[in-house]
């Protein structure tokens, strides 16, 4: 006999602890995206729309950028950033590379103590170790052949040894299964042949982050370079905007333009390379 009682519709329950979190990430979302998209859409805006109350240009301004790249002279500026950026996070790739395989392969004295000293570096603001740093690079050009500053060391070679990078790098060494090790012992491969053949194949995801981290510090450096140049002839890009920002006064249009073709290759190269950087901070046991 089929049972007729009509049954009592029970509302769904709300979460009331995932409605705040997902309250608190659309915020930050909102915190980080409507700047970035005013910024996007001023560039693009006559100067009466953008000193105006205007959210989107009635005809898109695409002049404005021309206009910024060469009233700033960005061209010289793009290629300096290019050319210090290149050679910052290549000496990354060397250096960290072959000290987070010391960290995480070799055994030596004082090991543990040494990774400890370097991951408290970490704990420094950078503008701490502004005075030590320039202090050595105008030694270091006393005693050279080549200038420092003024000159693409003291922009690059400063900034070759990444704690963050070490540190990414030797973690994810560590997870390497030491088999592979005595394997490659067993076929007569030495440390450096077995980092080469072995450890960096299998590490592609975090050497696309670092070279990301290594990208974005180097072409965002703004005030170390205004340390230690006192002519355009090698400052960043960054330099560049902030000097274009001074000339433009109150062409907030065209401010805004050159802000957008200052972090236009950050953009490009993180898009292109998401998927790496996200298996490379997820491999490395930075997850959340």
């Known amino acids: 006999m089929a049972n ?9 329950r709300i979460n009331i602890a995932r409605v705040l979190i997902y309250v608190i990430l659309l915020t930050g979302v909102a915190v980080a995206v409507v700047p970035f998209l005013w910024m996007i859409s001023a560039s693009l805006m006559t100067l009466g729309e953008a000193t105006g109350r205007a959210a989107l240009p009635s005809v898109p301004q695409w002049g404005n950028y021309t206009r910024a790249w060469k009233e700033a002279n960005f061209s010289e500026y793009f290629v300096n950033s290019v050319t210090l950026t290149a050679i910052t996070v290549s000496g990354q790739l060397v250096f960290c590379t072959l000290a987070a395989y010391a960290f995480a392969c ?14 408290s570096t970490l704990m420094l603001p950078n503008a701490v170790m502004w005075i030590p740093n320039f202090i050595t690079v105008t030694w270091l ?6 200038a420092w500053i003024n000159n693409w060391p003291a922009l690059t070679i400063p900034f070759m040894a990444s704690t963050i990078s070490i540190f990414l790098l030797r973690q994810f060494f560590t997870q390497i299964p030491r088999e592979l090790w005595d394997s490659a012992q067993i076929d007569g491969a030495g440390h450096l042949r077995y980092l080469l053949q072995v450890m960096l194949p299998l590490s592609r995801a975090p050497l696309m982050t670092i070279v990301i981290f290594g990208f974005i510090g180097s072409w965002n450096s703004l005030a170390w370079p205004m340390l230690v140049t006192n002519t355009p002839e090698w400052r960043p890009i960054s330099a560049g905007l902030m000097s274009f920002l001074d000339e433009a006064g109150a062409h907030i249009h065209l401010q805004m333009a050159g802000s957008v073709i200052t972090i236009l290759p950050i953009l490009i190269l993180y898009f292109i390379t998401q998927k790496q950087f996200t298996e490379g901070i997820a491999y490395t046991g930075l997850k959340g």
């Not at 007729?4 to 029970?10: E, G, I, S």
């Not at 055994?107 to 991951?119: D, I, Q």
């Open 141 to 146: 050009g006393r005693i050279s052949s080549i």
């Open 4 to 12: 007729n009682t009509p049954t009592t519709y029970k509302p769904p």
């Open 106 to 119: 070799i055994e030596f004295p004082a090991k543990s103590f040494l990774f400890t000293l370097v991951l």
